[in-house]
């Protein structure tokens, strides 16, 4: 019988194998994802029975060129205007924020807490001061950042969700400025590809979703039940949907379509993800045990859930330090401790390990940009092109702040919004 050394199994190659075959099996899911949704398209919603009270929430941090848009785009809506109320946290502003959401037509509130920052107080702050000041009035909240517009018929279809039955719902996440630069074209991908194949996909299959930042809402029963906000991680967003599917509240999936603005530099594109995935460590060090627990209740969300915080590029990480330390002790061991076969096989290992995540990441963002076309607004039609091979290069840079993130002290800091722009002025991109 053959060893394993003459089938050329050396212990390198079996860790190889290993790393390649959990990245394949943990996530195949997704490609299931995939397919659904190429074939079924986009979830319908049943049509509402009953338009619902809502309340719109923005935390905002020096927002004077852009909460106007947002608020007047809330107070615009396609929907009951006596149903909806827009509220503005002006948190620790210097600017004209609070008279800019005000003569949109928001209520607005100056909160000046500069020893806790950051958007999860400040929601903390908003719903303890509604449920106080309003007591039962709205039956749900929406959540946006200030950076954001929604369009015209945005809450009709999130009522849709709501009157379904669902506690909490997200929705479409798409940007306002696209061809930026390639930072915010991937963001851009990402984010569409976050909506359409992951959550819509969850929603079809009848497992639970995942918020995002902004551009979800959740039930008033809920915010009772807390009396305010008891979220407080660097991604209070992941935090709480973690929270929901540990303990069984199945979050919802609308086709409600937002515009949210991104970074365009590295840098601040940098500080951003480092926070995120500062944030995916809490999360998942708080929560695996719960999810694990899920998973052997045969909760699938639990697992989805898992695989979402976990953080997958370490062991991407660790392969390319493994290889590469068999690659240089071998060299210089001149035959002793690897054959010149074994170090080939070793240095393509080290080339594939990338290669591959490249070519994924091209591959989603080909397939993410012909199933969104429509929804892609740019001026500079090339730049569509050009994010297709750039894309990867945007998600492979979170190798490094994965590491980083491991070791470094990440604090909340707000990031710059000044693309001041309404829903039509997106809409006009790439039609001229």
């Known amino acids: 019988m053959p060893t394993l050394g003459r089938l050329g199994l050396t212990p390198i190659v079996i860790f190889n194998i290993i790393v390649w075959l959990f990245f394949t099996l943990a996530y195949f899911y997704q490609l299931v994802y995939i397919l659904r949704v190429i074939r079924r398209g986009t979830v319908k919603l049943p049509v509402a029975k009953k338009n619902h009270r809502y309340g719109f929430v923005i935390a905002a941090h020096n927002e004077e060129p852009v909460i106007g848009n947002l608020v007047r785009s809330i107070l615009t809506q396609d929907y009951p205007s006596d149903l909806v109320d827009c509220f503005v946290i002006c948190d620790a502003c210097t600017d004209d924020t ?73 929705s479409y996440r798409n940007s306002k400025n696209f061809d930026s630069s390639w930072i915010s074209s991937a963001y851009a991908t990402w984010f569409l590809r976050e909506a359409k194949f992951l959550n819509n996909a969850r929603m079809m299959v009848g497992t639970s979703c995942a918020i995002s930042g902004s551009g979800w809402m959740v039930s008033e029963r809920i915010i009772k039940g807390m009396h305010g906000w008891d979220f407080h991680t660097l991604t209070e967003d992941i935090q709480f949907s973690t929270f929901c599917c540990a303990n069984n509240i199945q979050i919802g999936y609308a086709p409600a379509e937002f515009f949210d603005e991104q970074p365009i530099t590295f840098k601040a594109s940098w500080t ?29 969300a639990s697992y989805d859930m898992l695989m979402t915080i976990a953080p997958g590029m370490i062991l991407t990480l660790l392969s390319f330090f493994i290889n590469a330390t068999y690659l240089i002790v071998g060299s210089l061991s001149h035959g ?19 290669a591959s995540m490249y070519v994924v990441f091209f591959i989603l963002a080909v397939i993410t940009t012909i199933s969104e076309r429509e929804h892609i607004h740019a001026k500079k039609k090339w730049r569509i092109f050009t994010n297709l091979f750039t894309f990867p290069i945007f998600m ?21 919004h000044d693309i001041a722009v309404n829903f039509d002025d997106v809409m006009a991109e790439g039609s001229k």
């Open 272 to 300: 951003q993800r480092m926070r995120w995935t500062k944030g995916f460590y809490q999360v998942f060090f708080s929560y695996n045990r719960d999810l694990i627990r899920g998973i052997g209740k045969g909760q699938f």
């Open 98 to 170: 609070h008279g800019e959401a005000e003569r949109a037509g928001a209520i607005v509130w100056d909160r000046n807490d500069l020893a806790r920052k950051g958007k999860s107080w400040v929601l903390d702050y908003a719903f303890n001061r509604i449920l106080d000041d309003f007591g039962d009035k709205y039956e749900a909240f929406v959540i946006m950042d200030a950076d954001n517009i929604i369009a015209p018929d945005y809450l009709k279809i999130m009522n849709q969700a709501f009157d379904a039955g669902y506690l909490v719902c997200t």
């Open 396 to 416: 492979i840079s979170y190798v490094p702040i994965t590491v980083a993130a491991l070791f470094k002290k990440v604090e909340w800091v707000p990031t710059k």
């Open 336 to 354: 002793f401790i690897a054959t010149q076969g074994e170090l080939l096989m070793c240095a393509g290992s080290l080339v594939m390990t990338f």
